[in-house]
């Protein structure tokens, strides 16, 4: 009970949960809407979903000072590579927030003169950008950690998998073996590569670059959302910046 008071206590823990709710509603009124007689229950969730959504714009409002501060840790990384992805990554979310504030504003009607449209798209546009980039930090990060783990299997002159005569089908086996043993041993790096996959589905969508169901984009959002949830309440699985 305390860790949970705890995780609610903070604001990233609640919009985990909410966000949660919202996509977790969304896979819902999917499954739910083709089937006769389920129409009252699907307008339910996709009210539910509507309201979750706006109470999570609340959350958001301060997120562009933790992007700025961020930017402003990722850029003493040691590592060249990823010191550029993180930089630039957080920079497009400061954008990304700043828009989101922006289109806050216009839907409390403080601002009713702005094109919400174009906002929405320059939002997804950053957010895109962002993921990308969290992406090629992901990825990158992965191939030293199988760089690592075929350098300690070479020493101890282990085998990494069973012997084929093909060996198209041997370097293949020997690859993914490498990447299920360097995920295994940094949870944080699987944790963080499974999120940011799934993130990315939905600007792929908002942007027309490549179009998902709702049920897609739900699961994705549903997913993402408890592997936020499992950073946030557990802080050593959060991948850390070298």
């Known amino acids: ?39 009252k229950v699907a307008l339910k969730l996709k009210n539910l979903e509507a309201s979750v959504s706006t109470g999570r714009k609340w959350f958001r409002l301060g997120n562009v000072v933790h992007a700025v501060q961020a930017t402003q840790q990722s850029v003493h990384a040691t590592d060249l590579v990823l010191r550029l992805c993180l930089t630039l990554a957080n920079m497009n979310r400061v954008i990304c927030f700043i828009c989101d504030t922006v289109l806050w504003v216009r839907s409390v ?44 299997k070479s020493a101890s002159q282990e085998p ?16 993914f073996l490498l990447l299920f043993r360097s995920l295994k041993k940094h949870p944080p790096l699987l944790l963080d590569t499974v999120k940011n996959v799934c993130d990315i589905l939905n600007p792929l969508d908002q942007l027309g670059i490549y179009k998902f169901n709702p049920g897609i984009i739900g699961l994705g959002g ?11 309440a557990c802080p050593r699985m959060k991948l850390k910046i070298h």
């Open 222 to 232: 549903l997913v993402s959302s408890l592997a936020g949830i499992v950073i946030v």
């Open 1 to 39: 009970m305390d860790a949970f008071i705890r995780f609610t206590n903070q604001t990233q823990g609640r919009d985990r949960l909410l966000r949660a709710t919202q996509y977790t509603c969304m896979l819902l009124r999917y499954l739910l809407e083709p089937r006769a007689g389920k129409e």
């Open 109 to 152: 009607g403080l601002a009713s003169g702005i094109n919400k449209e174009k906002w929405l798209v320059w939002a997804a546009r950053h957010y895109y950008y962002s993921l990308l980039l969290s992406l090629a930090r992901d990825l990158y990060e992965i191939s030293l950690q199988m760089e690592q783990a075929k350098g300690e």
């Open 160 to 175: 990494l998998g069973y012997s084929v005569a093909d060996e198209e089908t041997e370097w293949l086996q020997s690859f």
